[in-house]
């Protein structure tokens, strides 16, 4: 009987396996990497949530409690005005400074105020989302600032055909369209009518609410100050700094997006876009 050899080449897939060996060995190490940065980004987002909790926290707790103090300081302010002898008033530099520091504590007051109203925000950011008239409700804030657009002789448009229903939490939005209406007003240009229009319009799933103004408009470094907290940009005008911030605020926690377009002397335009929620 004959004896028969036969040869095989198993080089490739020696190789082959090797390669797949190796390849699963890198894979292993690469999901025990992305483990660990997971576990440190989770670790990260409880800190970060910790400390905007405290943040939210002291921030009412120090807008309440030196509410008192400065009530206090207004009232001590009152009565060294009351009982100061007639003749300190000869001296020009007392009354001045008397209203000076009144004037401080009144901007003290507000600047608590506002920071009652931060604090009130971002505990209100959840509110669920509802079905909105949003006509109804626009007209509502019309009425609301019918005065002012009267004393301006400001003209205002409204055209809401593009969506009459708008899915938002309807105090948030309320207040999205007071502010940007209200400043569409309050920075009208001295130099002619006050001409503002708003519009509402579905474009790429998204919801896009426009406040056009023809009023005093931004430089470009102006725009990139707008929405910061307490940035006030126009001084002729009483305010805060604080509304567009907090109108930026409840537009992005509900995965808005809120931005402007403007041109000194020529108008700003304002446009909200939000998710079409069901």
Known sequence: AGVSIFGFDVTEQVEARQQVQSLNQELAAINEEMQATNEELHESNSRLLRTNTDLDTFVYTASHDLKSPITNVEGLLLALRDHLPANAFDNALVPRLLDMMAGAVGRFQQTLGHLTDISRLQQ???????????????????????????????????????????????????????????????????????????????????????????????????????????????????????????????????????????????????????????
């Open 124 to 278: 209100e950011l959840d509110q669920p989302a509802e079905a909105v008239d949003l006509p109804a409700l626009v007209e509502a804030v019309r009425l609301d600032i019918l005065p002012e657009l009267t004393a301006a002789g400001a003209t205002l448009v409204v055209d809401l055909d593009g969506c009459p229903t708008v899915h938002f939490s309807a105090k948030n939005l309320r207040s999205i369209v007071y502010n940007l209406l209200s400043n569409a007003v309050k920075y009208r240009d001295p130099d002619r009518p006050a001409h503002v229009q708003l519009r509402c319009r579905l474009a790429a799933g998204r919801v896009l609410l426009e406040v056009e103004d023809n009023g005093l408009g931004l430089s470009n470094a102006q725009q990139n100050e707008l929405f910061r907290m307490f940035r006030r940009l126009h001084s002729h005008v009483a305010g805060s700094g604080v509304g567009l911030y907090m109108v930026k605020k409840m537009v992005e926690n509900a995965g808005g997006t809120l931005s402007v377009q403007s041109q000194p002397e020529v108008g700003s335009t304002f446009t909200v876009s939000l998710p079409i929620g069901r």
